[in-house]
């Protein structure tokens, strides 16, 4: 029975990664016009370690060049397509890792470029939270700031009454494994075993039985 819950909750992983890289396909944008009163979202201020990942939009402009600034949207493979550079992989670096690499290839084509990146909409930052919650919908939460269990838990709605609240576990992938956290929830909002109110990362799912 455990193989085949784990099973299922894996599928509904998979379902739900599949559903947002569709969602974070590119859009065509239109020419931008300056506007006093539109003007344009300003760019998420992220924490330097950040790493870019799929999904996320990306505002890149060269001073002065108008043909090279736009927005770009990280594609499901990592992927993000810019003038003069061609295909590059933005997913798994940080904002200065990838600025530095773009104004290296760029340099070829333009004198000493003042080329600017920044993360202007974060989308790719994905836990899954299922089970006996007070949450209605996908149990997908996009967060926008470091998180851990515990805050995952209260963005989800809390428990239901029917949850069996100090058997939650933590579903992490890494180097080809799955690797479990066991929160036991009264414990920890008593103050106690908070070393199980782990940071979360990307993609992890968080089972509530």
């Known amino acids: 029975m455990r193989k085949l819950f784990l ?3 894996f599928v509904m992983v998979i379902a739900n990664l599949a559903w947002s890289a569709g969602q974070s396909a590119p859009v065509p944008a239109a020419k931008a016009t300056p506007s006093a009163a539109h003007p344009a979202p300003a ?11 799929p999904g996320d939009t990306l ?3 060269v001073w002065k060049d108008e043909a090279l600034t736009k927005d770009v949207v990280v594609l499901p493979d990592g992927i993000i397509s810019f003038p003069l550079i061609g295909l590059l992989k933005a997913s798994g670096k940080t ?10 290839k760029i340099s070829q084509y333009v004198t000493e470029p003042v080329l600017n ?3 202007k909409q974060v989308n790719s930052m994905l836990v899954f939270v299922i089970g006996r919650l007070n949450m209605s919908g996908s149990g997908r939460l996009v967060l926008n700031a470091n998180a851990n269990v515990l805050q995952a838990l209260a963005m989800a709605g809390g428990l239901n009454t029917f949850a069996k609240r100090n058997s939650i576990k933590v579903f992490r992938q890494e180097g080809g494994k799955t690797i479990s956290f066991p929160f036991h929830y009264d414990d920890v909002v008593e103050g106690k075993r908070l070393e ?5 990362k990307r993609y992890d799912v968080i089972v509530v039985p």
Do not use: C, R
Not at 196 to 200: A, F, G, H, P, V
């Open 95 to 104: 904002v200065a890792q990838l600025k530095t690499e773009m104004e290296e």
């Open 117 to 119: 990146v920044e993360v």
């Open 43 to 53: 760019a998420v201020p992220v924490d330097p370690t950040y790493l870019i990942g």
């Open 196 to 200: 199980e109110n782990i940071e979360l």
């Open 59 to 61: 505002a890149i402009s």
């Open 7 to 9: 099973s299922l909750v």
